[in-house]
C-alpha cells in the first residue's frame, strides 16, 4: 500500500507540471521602433519642393504689391535678376523698358491697380492671372488723357532661380487697352516704334562713350 501510495503522488506531480501552461517573456521592443514617427518633420520626400514653391510664389507677388501697386522701385534689384529679358508676345525687351513701360501706365492711369487672380508653380516657374484697373486722367505710352476707364485681364509666366525673378513672359492684348479707351492701337505701336528707336540710340551712344573711356585709359 505504501509503495502504491508513493507511485500515485509521483504521477499526479508528473501531470500538473505538464498540464501548467507556459508562461512567455514578454517581447523587448527596440527603443527606436517605440518611437512615433513624425510625418511634418523636414526631410520627408516632397517638404524642400513644397516650401520652395511657396518662396518663390511669395516673392512673384512682391511684384504686384511693392512695385505695381505699391510703386516701390527700390525693390527691383531685389526682386528681379540684372539682366532679365520680359517677353510681351512675340515683343522682347530689357527689364529697365519693362519698367518704364510700367511707369508709362502708371502716368496714364494713376489710379492703375494690378489684382492678383491665381497664382501657381511649376518647377522653378510661377504662373500669375491678373487684371488691371484704372482710369485714364493723365498721359504716359502714347495715350492722350481721355478720362475713361480700362480693366485688362492677362497672365505672366516667371521664371525664378536663386531667389530672384531671371524671365517673364506677359501676356495680354495691348491694342485691347487703346480700343477701350478711344484711341487708335496704331497710335501705341507708333510710340512702341519710337521708344525702340531712342533706346538703341542711347545704347550705341552708351556703348561709344564707353569705347572711348577704355581707349583714354
Not at 58 to 79: K, M, P, S, T
Not at 106 to 125: C, K
Request: glycine letters at 8%; proline letters at 6%; hydrophobic letters at 35%.
Amino acid at each position: 500500500m505504501p509503495g502504491q501510495r508513493m507511485f500515485f503522488l509521483m504521477v499526479i506531480s508528473c501531470l500538473s507540471i505538464l498540464l501548467t501552461p507556459e508562461q512567455k517573456k514578454p517581447v523587448q521592443i527596440p527603443q527606436q521602433q517605440r518611437q512615433p514617427v513624425d510625418q511634418t518633420r523636414p526631410g520627408l520626400p516632397g517638404q524642400p519642393q513644397i516650401a520652395l514653391a511657396e518662396k518663390n510664389k511669395a516673392h512673384v507677388r512682391r511684384v504686384y504689391d511693392d512695385l505695381f501697386n505699391g510703386r516701390r522701385y527700390e525693390f527691383i534689384e531685389q526682386i528681379y535678376a540684372k539682366e532679365c529679358p520680359v517677353h510681351f508676345g512675340n515683343r522682347s525687351v530689357r527689364l529697365e523698358q519693362a519698367v518704364a513701360e510700367g511707369k508709362g501706365w502708371h502716368s496714364a492711369a494713376p489710379d492703375l491697380t494690378m489684382t492678383v487672380e491665381r497664382i501657381e508653380t511649376e518647377r522653378d516657374f510661377v504662373i500669375v492671372d491678373w487684371v488691371a484697373r484704372g482710369t485714364n486722367t493723365g498721359k504716359g505710352n502714347g495715350v492722350p488723357a481721355t478720362g475713361k476707364k480700362v480693366l485688362i485681364r492677362g497672365n505672366s509666366r516667371f521664371r525664378v532661380a536663386n531667389g530672384k525673378i531671371v524671365e517673364v513672359w506677359n501676356n495680354f492684348d495691348r491694342d485691347e487697352i487703346f480700343r477701350q479707351l478711344g484711341v487708335p492701337p496704331k497710335l501705341g505701336h507708333l510710340y512702341d516704334d519710337a521708344q525702340e528707336f531712342l533706346y538703341a540710340v542711347n545704347e550705341a551712344f552708351s556703348g561709344d562713350k564707353a569705347g572711348s573711356s577704355l581707349q583714354s585709359n
